[in-house]
Every structure is written in structure tokens, then in C-alpha cells.
């Protein structure tokens, strides 16, 4: 059984998310700052052309037909045997209505993994209370 403790912004230091888990198999639940230099407000998941997420960990996926229209992915869990966040597609999960469901390159979900920034994905997923809610 994994212990779970809450911490505050001082304790927001990536080597310690990342020891806390594999050394110790705690997973820490952290409030980080944004410590993006170059201000973007989203990155692309490697590997995915229209899903990105911000710098708190929410993940989001772009229409491929609609490029404004933007939609929160449903957090689907953390996968340990894979070290991977899963986040599926909102359309599918919620039920919405999505015209470029059929040209969307994430046919269901996608699995990102925890070393694309062990400060942001962490197996804790920090995403929104807000799921489901159109940006």
C-alpha cells in the first residue's frame, strides 16, 4: 500500500517527487509553480500532435478538424507496470459530441509517460476537479 502525503509549493523539487516513489513508493501530492521559462502556456505530449497539458498537469487534446475547440482529457489512472499516466479521449468518456472524432489521432486514450517530467506527471495525477468541462 502506497502512503500518500500532502505537501505545500516548498517542497516542489522533481528529485524528490521522483525518490518518494521509486525509493519509497510514496506518492507525494505536491502544489508545484510554474517554472516554464519560455511562458507557453501548453507543450505537446511527445508522440502526440494534438494532445498537450500545462504546466500543472492537466492534460488536454485539440480537435483535429476544430482547431479552437479544446477539451480536458478524463484522467483514466496510473498504469504502475507501464509507468504511465492514462488519460482518455472526453468525447468518448463523457459522452460530447466531437466532429473530428473519426480524423483523431487518439482513438481512445493515450499513456503518458511519468519521465516526460517526473514534476508534472507524477503518479498522483494533479489534474483538474473541473474533468469534463469545455475550454
Excluded at 519509497?24 to 505530449?45: A, C, E, G, M, Q
Aim: charged share 30%; net charge positive.
Amino acid at each position: 500500500m502506497a502512503i500518500i502525503p500532502p505537501a505545500d509549493k516548498g517542497l516542489d523539487d522533481g528529485k524528490l517527487i521522483k525518490e518518494l516513489w521509486d525509493a519509497y513508493n510514496i506518492k507525494p501530492v505536491i502544489d508545484i509553480r510554474n517554472l516554464w521559462k519560455d511562458h507557453d502556456s501548453t507543450k505537446v505530449v511527445p508522440g502526440h500532435s494534438n494532445v498537450v497539458y500545462n504546466y500543472q498537469g492537466t492534460v488536454f487534446c485539440h480537435c483535429p478538424t476544430h482547431k479552437d475547440k479544446v477539451r480536458e482529457m478524463a484522467f483514466g489512472g496510473f498504469e504502475k507496470d507501464r509507468a504511465t499516466l492514462k488519460y482518455r479521449c472526453p468525447a468518448k468518456h463523457y459522452g460530447y459530441e466531437c466532429k473530428g472524432m473519426k480524423d483523431c489521432p487518439v482513438k481512445s486514450a493515450v499513456r503518458i509517460p511519468l519521465d516526460v517530467d517526473r514534476r508534472i506527471f507524477t503518479v498522483s495525477s494533479s489534474c483538474g476537479l473541473d474533468q469534463g468541462k469545455e475550454t
